[in-house]
T-cell receptor, first 113, second 110 residues
Framework: DSGVTQTPKHLITATGQRVTLRCSPR?????VYWYQQSLDQGLQFLIQ???????AKGNILERFSAQQFPDLHSELNLSSLELGDSALYFC????????????FGSGTQLSVL | DQQVKQNSPSLSVQEGRISILNCDYTNSMFDYFLWYKKYPAEGPTFLIS?????DKNEDGRFTVFLNKSAKHLSLHIVPSQPGDSAVYFC?????????FGAGTRLTVKP
Protein backbone atom coordinates (compact mmCIF):
# COMPACT_ATOMS: atom_id res chain seq x y z
CA ASP A 1 0.00 0.00 0.00
CA SER A 2 1.60 3.24 -1.22
CA GLY A 3 -0.54 5.43 1.01
CA VAL A 4 -1.95 7.30 -2.00
CA THR A 5 -5.71 6.88 -2.42
CA GLN A 6 -7.52 7.38 -5.68
CA THR A 7 -11.28 7.32 -6.16
CA PRO A 8 -13.18 6.02 -7.95
CA LYS A 9 -11.32 2.94 -9.19
CA HIS A 10 -13.50 2.66 -12.26
CA LEU A 11 -15.58 5.22 -14.09
CA ILE A 12 -17.78 4.67 -17.13
CA THR A 13 -19.31 7.66 -18.83
CA ALA A 14 -20.45 8.95 -22.20
CA THR A 15 -18.87 11.33 -24.67
CA GLY A 16 -19.43 14.98 -23.88
CA GLN A 17 -19.75 14.38 -20.17
CA ARG A 18 -17.63 15.74 -17.31
CA VAL A 19 -15.99 13.71 -14.55
CA THR A 20 -13.88 14.38 -11.48
CA LEU A 21 -11.12 12.11 -10.28
CA ARG A 22 -9.95 12.42 -6.70
CA CYS A 23 -6.59 11.81 -5.08
CA SER A 24 -5.47 11.83 -1.46
CA PRO A 25 -1.67 11.92 -1.16
CA ARG A 26 0.41 10.14 1.43
CA UNK A 27 0.28 11.73 4.84
CA UNK A 28 2.74 14.61 4.92
CA UNK A 29 3.37 14.75 1.17
CA UNK A 30 2.95 18.23 -0.26
CA UNK A 31 3.29 17.45 -3.94
CA VAL A 32 0.75 15.73 -6.17
CA TYR A 33 1.26 14.60 -9.75
CA TRP A 34 -1.28 13.42 -12.32
CA TYR A 35 -0.38 11.01 -15.12
CA GLN A 36 -2.37 9.45 -17.94
CA GLN A 37 -1.67 5.98 -19.28
CA SER A 38 -3.43 5.06 -22.50
CA LEU A 39 -3.34 1.60 -24.05
CA ASP A 40 0.25 0.64 -24.90
CA GLN A 41 1.43 4.10 -23.97
CA GLY A 42 3.73 5.18 -21.22
CA LEU A 43 2.85 7.43 -18.38
CA GLN A 44 2.09 10.84 -19.82
CA PHE A 45 2.70 13.62 -17.34
CA LEU A 46 -0.27 15.94 -17.01
CA ILE A 47 0.31 18.33 -14.14
CA GLN A 48 1.96 18.78 -10.75
CA UNK A 49 0.85 20.70 -7.69
CA UNK A 50 2.89 21.63 -4.68
CA UNK A 51 1.20 22.80 -1.51
CA UNK A 52 -1.81 24.08 -3.42
CA UNK A 53 0.08 25.79 -6.22
CA UNK A 54 0.56 24.55 -9.78
CA UNK A 55 4.25 23.78 -10.20
CA ALA A 56 4.67 22.05 -13.55
CA LYS A 57 2.49 21.37 -16.53
CA GLY A 58 2.85 18.62 -19.07
CA ASN A 59 0.66 17.42 -21.91
CA ILE A 60 -2.61 18.40 -20.32
CA LEU A 61 -5.48 19.27 -22.64
CA GLU A 62 -7.41 22.50 -22.21
CA ARG A 63 -10.51 20.40 -21.49
CA PHE A 64 -8.74 19.07 -18.41
CA SER A 65 -8.06 20.98 -15.22
CA ALA A 66 -6.83 20.17 -11.76
CA GLN A 67 -6.48 21.71 -8.36
CA GLN A 68 -5.01 20.94 -4.99
CA PHE A 69 -7.01 21.89 -1.92
CA PRO A 70 -5.82 23.18 1.47
CA ASP A 71 -6.03 19.67 2.92
CA LEU A 72 -3.65 18.67 0.06
CA HIS A 73 -6.03 16.34 -1.71
CA SER A 74 -6.28 16.92 -5.43
CA GLU A 75 -8.94 16.63 -8.08
CA LEU A 76 -8.56 16.19 -11.83
CA ASN A 77 -11.53 17.44 -13.83
CA LEU A 78 -12.07 16.10 -17.33
CA SER A 79 -14.76 17.76 -19.43
CA SER A 80 -16.27 17.39 -22.91
CA LEU A 81 -15.03 13.84 -22.81
CA GLU A 82 -14.03 12.09 -26.01
CA LEU A 83 -13.51 8.41 -26.75
CA GLY A 84 -9.75 8.99 -26.80
CA ASP A 85 -9.80 10.13 -23.19
CA SER A 86 -10.37 6.54 -22.12
CA ALA A 87 -7.29 5.69 -20.10
CA LEU A 88 -5.88 4.86 -16.71
CA TYR A 89 -5.27 8.01 -14.69
CA PHE A 90 -2.68 7.84 -11.95
CA CYS A 91 -2.06 10.19 -9.11
CA UNK A 92 1.29 10.22 -7.35
CA UNK A 93 2.68 12.12 -4.40
CA UNK A 94 6.04 13.04 -2.95
CA UNK A 95 7.18 14.95 0.05
CA UNK A 96 8.66 17.96 -1.71
CA UNK A 97 8.24 17.42 -5.42
CA UNK A 98 11.85 17.50 -6.45
CA UNK A 99 13.99 14.61 -7.58
CA UNK A 100 12.66 12.14 -5.10
CA UNK A 101 10.71 9.03 -5.90
CA UNK A 102 6.99 9.20 -6.40
CA UNK A 103 4.38 7.09 -4.63
CA PHE A 104 1.56 6.13 -6.94
CA GLY A 105 -2.06 5.34 -6.30
CA SER A 106 -3.74 2.36 -7.95
CA GLY A 107 -5.29 4.55 -10.61
CA THR A 108 -8.74 5.37 -11.93
CA GLN A 109 -9.78 3.49 -15.06
CA LEU A 110 -11.89 5.84 -17.18
CA SER A 111 -13.98 4.41 -19.99
CA VAL A 112 -15.72 6.86 -22.31
CA LEU A 113 -18.41 5.18 -24.40
CA ASP B 1 7.16 14.68 -27.20
CA GLN B 2 8.88 11.49 -26.12
CA GLN B 3 11.91 12.69 -24.21
CA VAL B 4 12.31 9.29 -22.59
CA LYS B 5 12.19 6.24 -24.79
CA GLN B 6 12.04 2.55 -24.09
CA ASN B 7 12.29 0.96 -27.49
CA SER B 8 11.66 -2.62 -26.43
CA PRO B 9 8.00 -3.16 -25.54
CA SER B 10 8.73 -6.61 -24.17
CA LEU B 11 11.52 -8.87 -22.98
CA SER B 12 11.48 -12.53 -22.05
CA VAL B 13 14.25 -14.23 -20.07
CA GLN B 14 14.80 -17.51 -18.28
CA GLU B 15 14.78 -17.66 -14.51
CA GLY B 16 18.28 -17.22 -13.10
CA ARG B 17 19.61 -15.36 -16.14
CA ILE B 18 20.26 -11.65 -16.49
CA SER B 19 17.54 -9.22 -17.57
CA ILE B 20 18.70 -6.00 -19.22
CA LEU B 21 16.19 -3.25 -19.78
CA ASN B 22 17.20 -0.22 -21.78
CA CYS B 23 16.18 3.41 -21.83
CA ASP B 24 17.25 6.38 -23.94
CA TYR B 25 16.60 10.05 -23.36
CA THR B 26 16.92 13.15 -25.46
CA ASN B 27 16.96 15.98 -22.94
CA SER B 28 20.52 16.57 -21.74
CA MET B 29 19.16 18.63 -18.84
CA PHE B 30 17.78 15.54 -17.08
CA ASP B 31 19.84 15.06 -13.95
CA TYR B 32 18.16 12.24 -12.09
CA PHE B 33 16.88 8.92 -13.35
CA LEU B 34 14.58 6.36 -11.81
CA TRP B 35 13.15 2.94 -12.56
CA TYR B 36 9.66 1.90 -11.51
CA LYS B 37 8.02 -1.48 -11.58
CA LYS B 38 4.32 -1.99 -12.23
CA TYR B 39 2.19 -5.05 -11.61
CA PRO B 40 -1.31 -5.37 -13.13
CA ALA B 41 -4.05 -3.46 -11.32
CA GLU B 42 -1.48 -1.58 -9.24
CA GLY B 43 0.29 1.74 -9.54
CA PRO B 44 4.00 1.87 -10.36
CA THR B 45 6.39 1.43 -7.45
CA PHE B 46 9.88 2.86 -7.16
CA LEU B 47 12.71 0.41 -7.76
CA ILE B 48 16.05 2.18 -8.04
CA SER B 49 17.47 5.56 -9.01
CA UNK B 50 20.71 7.19 -10.10
CA UNK B 51 21.99 10.72 -10.13
CA UNK B 52 23.63 12.10 -13.24
CA UNK B 53 26.90 12.51 -11.35
CA UNK B 54 27.20 8.72 -11.05
CA ASP B 55 27.47 6.00 -13.65
CA LYS B 56 26.32 3.06 -11.56
CA ASN B 57 24.04 2.34 -8.63
CA GLU B 58 23.44 -1.07 -7.16
CA ASP B 59 20.73 -2.37 -4.84
CA GLY B 60 20.71 -6.10 -4.31
CA ARG B 61 19.86 -7.85 -7.56
CA PHE B 62 19.21 -4.53 -9.31
CA THR B 63 21.87 -2.33 -10.89
CA VAL B 64 21.31 0.79 -12.95
CA PHE B 65 23.98 2.02 -15.34
CA LEU B 66 24.07 5.52 -16.78
CA ASN B 67 25.98 6.56 -19.90
CA LYS B 68 25.55 10.31 -20.13
CA SER B 69 27.46 10.74 -23.35
CA ALA B 70 25.12 8.29 -25.05
CA LYS B 71 22.07 9.52 -23.12
CA HIS B 72 21.37 5.93 -22.23
CA LEU B 73 20.61 4.04 -19.07
CA SER B 74 19.98 0.41 -18.39
CA LEU B 75 18.60 -1.72 -15.58
CA HIS B 76 20.23 -5.08 -14.91
CA ILE B 77 18.46 -7.71 -12.85
CA VAL B 78 20.62 -10.61 -11.77
CA PRO B 79 19.49 -13.29 -11.22
CA SER B 80 16.03 -12.83 -12.69
CA GLN B 81 13.13 -14.37 -10.78
CA PRO B 82 9.55 -15.12 -11.89
CA GLY B 83 8.33 -12.49 -9.40
CA ASP B 84 10.22 -9.88 -11.41
CA SER B 85 7.68 -10.30 -14.22
CA ALA B 86 6.12 -6.85 -14.53
CA VAL B 87 6.19 -3.69 -16.62
CA TYR B 88 9.28 -1.56 -15.98
CA PHE B 89 9.19 2.18 -16.54
CA CYS B 90 12.23 4.37 -16.91
CA UNK B 91 11.84 7.97 -15.70
CA UNK B 92 13.99 11.07 -15.92
CA UNK B 93 13.66 14.31 -14.08
CA UNK B 94 14.85 17.89 -14.16
CA UNK B 95 13.57 20.47 -11.70
CA UNK B 96 9.98 19.44 -10.99
CA UNK B 97 9.32 17.62 -14.22
CA UNK B 98 9.40 13.80 -14.20
CA UNK B 99 8.96 12.11 -17.59
CA PHE B 100 8.36 8.43 -18.15
CA GLY B 101 9.07 6.05 -20.98
CA ALA B 102 6.45 3.76 -22.49
CA GLY B 103 7.53 0.80 -20.41
CA THR B 104 8.99 -2.64 -21.10
CA ARG B 105 7.07 -5.76 -20.15
CA LEU B 106 9.48 -8.28 -18.62
CA THR B 107 8.50 -11.92 -18.45
CA VAL B 108 10.73 -14.26 -16.46
CA LYS B 109 10.07 -17.89 -17.31
CA PRO B 110 10.59 -20.61 -14.69
Amino acid sequence: DSGVTQTPKHLITATGQRVTLRCSPRSGDLSVYWYQQSLDQGLQFLIQYYNGEERAKGNILERFSAQQFPDLHSELNLSSLELGDSALYFCASSAAGGKEKLFFGSGTQLSVL
Amino acid sequence: DQQVKQNSPSLSVQEGRISILNCDYTNSMFDYFLWYKKYPAEGPTFLISISSIKDKNEDGRFTVFLNKSAKHLSLHIVPSQPGDSAVYFCAATVDNDMRFGAGTRLTVKP
